[in-house]
């Protein structure tokens, strides 16, 4: 069940750190998960957890040599016909 709301990008975390906060940690979810039925659903009913906006930035470095390649070359192609 955790996989299908866990957030999955590959070679990133899927915790967070919140700036200045060293006791509570950041799970990120998929914008679409639904956590009926999960232990997240139990955790935001205690009140032991709250659902908060997070945006995951993803610089030049994340992408592959190959992706930066193929996100050009697709666009010069675009740009051409």
Partial sequence: M???VLL???RQRNIATIDGDREHRLVLLRPDADLTG???QELLVKGDAVLVPYTVELDY???TLGRRGLATW?????ASS
């Fill in 2 to 4: 955790a996989g299908r």
């Fill in 38 to 40: 999960t232990p997240g």
């Fill in 61 to 63: 470095d994340y992408w």
């Fill in 8 to 10: 999955n990008i590959p």
């Fill in 74 to 78: 697709t666009r010069r192609l675009g």
